[in-house]
């Protein structure tokens, strides 16, 4: 290979490797020193009773799975807290039946969330249009027949805390 060419190369080579991309889950704007964590119970700003209960120990249940912090019982013992405010939900159908009947649909949660160290308070990430979505299917044989929106919620709600927990751990 002839200099010019070797030297392109190396060029190349240094401008993917300073390019600033960097492996997911390695990055974090945590500081290290924050270990015992509150989760504040969110609050509920819509009419859909228990979705911030089912979320809040969504959320608790996320941050014991990942092992990052310990999770405490009052803010007292805790380097930081995480708060939040459910502010939108809803049910939506997306796909239906011959008969008109919907057979799929689309939940949508809005939130506010916060996540600040308390000693001294300054807050290390915020989102306060956070929104997720997902969908859920009706088999033709539950159509009408007993109410899947609250096993939907848990379950949409496991996916929500994966997915604030890893925003937050990771700074998006």
């Keep these: 290979m002839n200099r010019p060419a070797l030297a392109g190369l190396a060029l190349a080579a240094l401008a993917v490797l300073g390019c600033g991309y960097a492996l997911v889950g390695r990055a974090s704007n945590i500081p290290p020193e924050i270990r015992r964590v509150h989760l504040e119970p969110l609050a ?10 089912i979320l809040t120990r969504a959320l608790a ?33 997306v796909s239906f039946d011959a008969e008109g009947r919907a057979t799929e649909y689309e939940i949508v949660i809005n939130a506010s969330m916060k996540f600040r160290q308390l000693e001294p308070e300054l807050v290390l990430w915020e989102n306060d249009r956070y929104q997720f979505r997902d969908s859920y299917a009706l088999e033709a044989s539950e159509l009408g027949y007993f109410d899947r929106e609250t096993p939907a919620i848990e379950a949409a709600a496991k996916r929500f805390a994966e997915t604030v927990v890893t925003d937050l751990l990771e700074g998006f």
């Design 44 to 53: 509920n700003a819509t009419t859909r009773v228990q979705v911030d209960q």
């Design 61 to 93: 249940d996320e941050l014991v799975t990942r092992q990052r912090f310990e999770v405490t019982a009052g803010r007292e013992d805790s380097h930081a807290e995480i708060s939040g405010t459910v502010t939108g939900f809803a049910v939506v159908p």
